[in-house]
């Protein structure tokens, strides 16, 4: 029986490789049944349940939360997305990084003038401490 | 002149300086091996991606590329750079070489330069120098998801999408080998996709079409170069870390050794010392 190889990937990590006779994925147009030698394809997928059929009966499932499917006649490749996005988390924490960048350096000007202040007491207690040197020698 | 006393303090207190960068050195080679693993398995989708967005660039003009901001080349009168370093120091001369490099790098162009900065390091050398510092993200961790760095991604998108970068680059320490980092800056926008041979070419069935799944995957493909330089940032520390802290558990070894040795010089002296001190007593009781 003719199979076709196929890989689950995402950015983070190789989810899955085996071969199938079939496999279901949820494409943007509908579901697709991809088998071997089908036509190469490039398409979007939506969230659902990647399903590949096995030689010897068994059927794999994996859900996956958006991505890409691409087809070669020998090869399937499943491009999975890691998660689900949240367009508002991702609003509220780029707000955040703002925020932190302003505060920043906003600190650099405090910062500078403590790490000045540090600069010139130490400087000064080194002085002060050569000068008492001096004086015991004299005595 | 110090004692045999304090000596053997500072022995001590020196024998167990070693022994906790002994253990940071050790953790550190597990994470770093757990930071390049991470870099392994992002492979696969990084080549996969890389090769269908050159096989979209190279469609017939339907004016796909075009109409796609983000492989759009423009005059460049503004650009952003994303700096990734640690948060926490120890490694080493890293995050300094890396400073440098980037320091360099905006000096080198002639147009004003914004930073987002991801990590301590870097954020203090941009606050330092007083650059333009857009955004901060730190304690990301040693083990982010994609999940954490699709904030980052989609603000570099947009600065280029409404054209408040012309270029944007990212700046991070590229992981060549456990002793060999390298400080690079790379570009990030306009994407430019690979070319392909005549017989490297597929062609597909665009579904909906072509313009659709370009859209859907550019901004996929900058998601994971970040994702992969902030990777590839952490395996550099953690090794780093690793070679430093392994260094200064041998000085630690050595300064014992030495310090053993002049004790031991010491306490030798002060017995001959007081043996002379006996003798002599003993030679005048006799008189």
């Known amino acids: 029986m003719a199979t076709i190889q196929v890989e689950i990937v995402s950015a983070e990590e190789a989810i899955w490789t085996g071969t199938g006779v079939m496999v279901f994925a949820p494409a943007e147009m509908g579901e697709v049944g991809i088998a071997p030698q089908h036509a190469p394809l490039l398409t979007r997928l939506k969230p659902g349940e990647v399903r590949v059929q096995q030689e010897n009966g068994d059927e794999q499932f994996f859900f996956i939360s958006g991505g890409l499917l691409e087809v070669q006649p020998n090869q399937v490749t499943v491009l999975s997305d890691t998660a689900v996005r949240a367009a508002d988390l991702d609003e509220a924490q780029a707000l955040e990084a703002q925020q932190k960048a302003e505060r920043d350096l906003q600190d650099k000007t405090s910062k500078m003038d403590l790490a000045k202040a540090k600069a010139e007491l130490i400087q000064a207690t080194a002085q002060l401490r050569a000068l008492q040197k001096l004086r015991q020698t004299r005595r | ?287």
Do not use: W
């Not at chain 2, 001369?93 to 301590?120: E, I, K, S, T, Y």
């Not at chain 2, 005549?198 to 970040?226: C, H, K, N, T, W």
């Open chain 2, 1 to 287: 002149m110090p004692s045999v006393r304090d000596i053997r303090r500072r022995i001590r207190s020196v024998e167990n300086t070693g022994k906790v960068t002994n253990a940071m050195s050790l953790i550190a080679a597990s994470k770093m091996r757990r930071a390049q693993n991470a870099v392994l398995q992002g492979r696969p989708y990084s080549e996969k991606i890389q090769d269908v967005i050159a096989h979209l660039a190279a469609q017939p003009s339907d004016d796909a590329s075009a109409s796609q901001p983000l492989l759009q080349v423009r005059p460049v009168e503004r650009i952003a750079v994303l700096v990734i370093s640690p948060d926490r120091g120890l490694c080493g001369g890293m995050h300094a070489n890396l400073n440098r490099r980037v320091g360099q790098f905006m000096l080198d162009q002639g147009v004003p330069v914004q930073v987002v900065a991801v990590g301590r390091k870097g954020r203090d050398f941009m606050v330092r120098s007083g650059s333009d510092l857009r955004a901060v993200f730190t304690d990301l961790g040693e083990t982010p998801s994609l999940f954490d760095t699709v904030v980052i991604s989609d603000m570099l998108v947009d600065l280029y999408a409404e054209s408040e970068a012309d270029e944007v680059y990212v700046a991070y320490t590229r992981f060549n080998s456990t002793l060999s980092q390298t400080p690079v800056v790379e570009r990030l926008l306009p994407i430019t996709p690979s070319e392909l041979t005549g017989a490297e070419r597929v062609g597909y069935i665009y579904e909906p079409d072509s313009l659709v799944v370009l859209q859907r995957i550019l901004p996929r493909f900058i998601e994971m170069q970040v994702y992969h330089a902030l990777l590839e940032s952490i395996a550099s520390e953690q090794s780093a870390r690793m070679v430093a802290m392994r260094n200064a558990t041998d000085n630690a070894k050595q300064l014992g050794e030495d310090l053993t040795l002049v004790m031991n010089k010491l306490r030798q002296e002060s017995i001959t010392n007081e043996l002379l001190d006996l003798v002599g007593g003993m030679a005048v009781l006799e008189k």
